[in-house]
Nanobody
Framework: VQLQASGGGLVQAGGSLRLSCAAS???????MGWFRQAPGKEREFVAA????????RYADSVRGRFTISRDNAKKTVYLQMNNLKPEDTAVYYCASRPKAVTVISTTPASYTNRGQGTLVTVSS
């Protein structure tokens, strides 16, 4: 399963980062999502996008600050993160729902393809 997230790093509060997720033919599906997991916490939904970008969903905690997008030709999903806060510190993962599924979900378990994450650390 190929879903490789990149772009994480250390940033000060108020700063920005852009995460990328390179997928394979098998994992670049209709519904792509980003999740995050902070130390000692469960994995949580961040954002998801449909094939043509017409359907978007964001967690309340990131709405207005984060933007998910995709480039289907490059099989890549992005997460632009602005106005970062210390509570955004986590390992960020990209994931995809099964290929035939066209409905966005916020449940981590419904994304059957999950890749390695990238660490985002926001200092105060």
């Amino acid at each position: 399963v190929q879903l490789q997230a990149s772009g994480g790093g250390l940033v000060q509060a108020g700063g920005s980062l852009r995460l990328s997720c390179a997928a394979s033919e098998q994992t670049f599906n209709n519904i792509m999502g980003w999740f995050r997991q902070a130390p000692g916490k469960e994995r949580e939904f961040v954002a998801a996008i449909s094939w043509n970008g017409g359907a978007l969903r964001y967690a309340d905690s990131v709405r207005g600050r984060f933007t998910i997008s995709r480039d289907n030709a490059k099989k890549t999903v992005y997460l632009q993160m602005n106005n970062l806060k210390p509570e955004d510190t986590a390992v960020y993962y990209c994931a995809s729902r099964p290929k035939a599924v066209t409905v966005i979900s916020t449940t981590p378990a419904s994304y059957t393809n999950r890749g390695q994450g990238t660490l985002v650390t926001v200092s105060s």
